[in-house]
């Protein structure tokens, strides 16, 4: 096999969670880029000595510039700030809206083919920026929020029910923020429906512990927020990308007609695979939740127009 690569912007946590998670699955090298002097070739390091132990024998490189990342498969964006205590997505819009703004210049310059993966906060916002600064087709940018998202509603669900997790499927479309909109109608536990096993009260609490874990973690670790998640998340996307899986995720993506919605960029169905987003899933959702999503992408929206794009 052809030795691939992965560059992940944002040594942080989120970013070398997801270096880790990748690593594991040993499917490409891992280049970590950072701004901050020392911490991507430390946490570089860290992963290649976890290498024995760990089970895999990929290579994983830090640096602070840019030229390591030529070439790069995937590229994928966590640099910014995370969200602090009593902070909203959206006040993280201008800082990290900056950063991503040059961190995309510099990827387009040395990886013009990579496809490139956003995490950055507010994600949907952040997800459209890096689009149109990048001049890429809309398949090759997505955005990793509903994947994390879906994976909270998964391990709420199995709590409430009691089951394995690997027994739930279960999808989050819309917004990365309060206004998400988990699809309870079509989510199964051992392929039952959701409302089969659990009363309508504990669905509530299901789809209110999804909406508002990332806050939990944010809440309880007091600074920070989450990574373990997220970079298994992300890991699971660039996973299906490189391997072609063309597995159904939920992944922000610009729209461009797609259940009646154009100019903004939310969390969709959509089937990922090599190139990025291989196609959108239409099919299966409901009118409601299509209502949902609709009023979901007007946030979204606002915070497109404040960033000011010019258009
Ligand atoms: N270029 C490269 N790296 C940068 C830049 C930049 N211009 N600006 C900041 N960084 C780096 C920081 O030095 C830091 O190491 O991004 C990293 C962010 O890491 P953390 O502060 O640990 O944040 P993390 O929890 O990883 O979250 C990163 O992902 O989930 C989202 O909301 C989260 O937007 C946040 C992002």
Same mark, same amino acid.
Do not use: A, N, P
């Given at each position: 096999m052809p030795s691939r690569k992965v560059t992940i912007v944002g040594a942080g946590q989120v970013g070398a969670t997801a270096a880790y998670s990748l690593a594991l699955r040993g499917l490409a090298d891992v280049v970590l880029v950072d701004v901050a002097e020392g911490i991507p070739q430390g946490k570089a390091l860290d992963l290649m000595h976890a290498r024995r132990v760990a089970g895999y024998d990929v290579k994983v490189i830090g640096s602070n510039g840019y030229a390591e990342a030529a070439a790069s498969d995937v590229v994928v964006i966590t640099a910014g700030l995370p969200r602090k205590p %009593?902070?909203? $997505?959206? !006040?993280?819009l201008r800082v990290n809206g900056d950063i991503v703004r040059s961190v995309i210049g510099e990827v387009v310059r040395v990886a013009p083919d990579a496809v490139i993966v956003c995490v950055t906060n507010p994600l949907d916002v952040m997800t459209y920026l890096a689009w149109k600064v990048s001049g890429? $087709? $809309?398949?090759r940018v997505f955005g990793m929020g509903g994947v994390l998202d879906s994976a909270r509603f998964a391990h709420a669900i199995a709590e409430m029910a009691g089951v394995p997790v690997s027994q739930v499927d279960a999808m989050v479309i819309g917004a990365h923020g309060d206004t998400m909109v988990p699809l309870v109608r079509t989510a199964t536990i051992a392929g039952r429906p959701l409302a089969e096993v659990l009363s309508a009260k504990e669905i509530d609490q299901v789809v209110r512990a999804t909406v508002h874990g990332g806050a939990e973690v944010v809440s309880l670790l007091k600074s920070g927020s989450a990574f373990y998640a997220p970079g298994a998340s992300v890991a699971a996307m660039v996973e299906a990308v490189l391997t072609d899986a063309r597995r159904v995720m939920p992944a922000c993506v610009v729209l !461009? %007609?797609?259940? %009646?919605?154009? %100019?903004v960029s939310i969390g969709v169905p959509a089937v990922i695979g090599a190139g990025g987003v291989v196609a959108i899933e239409q099919r299966g959702l409901a009118d409601e939740e299509i209502a949902a999503l609709a009023a979901s992408a007007e946030g979204v929206r606002a915070g497109i127009a404040a960033l000011d794009l010019g258009e």
């Open positions: %009593g902070m909203t $997505r959206e !006040d993280l890429m $087709r $809309r398949e !461009d %007609g797609e259940f %009646g919605l154009s %100019g």
